[in-house]
Nanobody
Framework: QVQLVESGGGLVQAGGSLSVSCVASGRSFRNYFMGWFRQAPGKEREFVAVISGSGVRADYAASVEGRFTISRDNAKNTVYLQMNSLKPEDTAIYYC???????????????WGQGTQVTVSS
């Protein structure tokens, strides 16, 4: 069992930066692939980024490639998402998830946090 708690969301102007974090409780955090997803009002949850257990491999959605960076600190059971050059269309609730495989489909994630709101004003 893994419990995830996100933090760090907020309001930022377009072009600004924001970092969100996700702390995991439970055992064997390093054994899980961690992903960030987001969901805007009226839209489906969409993939943002995923990182391997060791942190060596990471992949991003095309819409955030070059602007967002996912990282993890296994000693702190924490995964991060650094968001730069934010756009109004990045506005959404951001969720972290834990999966047993390297996957970008939210259906493959077993555990989810409660989400944190990110709002980008124009």
């Amino acid at each position: 069992q893994v419990q995830l708690v996100e933090s760090g969301g907020g309001l930022v102007q377009a072009g600004g930066s924001l970092s969100v974090s996700c702390v995991a409780s439970g055992r064997s955090f390093r054994n899980y692939f961690m992903g960030w997803f987001r969901q805007a009002p009226g839209k489906e949850r969409e993939f943002v980024a995923v990182i391997s257990g060791s942190g060596v491999r990471a992949d991003y959605a095309a819409s955030v490639e070059g602007r967002f960076t996912i990282s993890r600190d296994n000693a702190k059971n924490t995964v991060y998402l650094q968001m730069n050059s934010l756009k109004p269309e990045d506005t959404a609730i951001y969720y972290c998830g834990a999966a047993s495989q390297y996957i970008t489909d939210y259906a493959g994630y077993h555990y989810w946090g409660q989400g944190t709101q990110v709002t980008v004003s124009s």
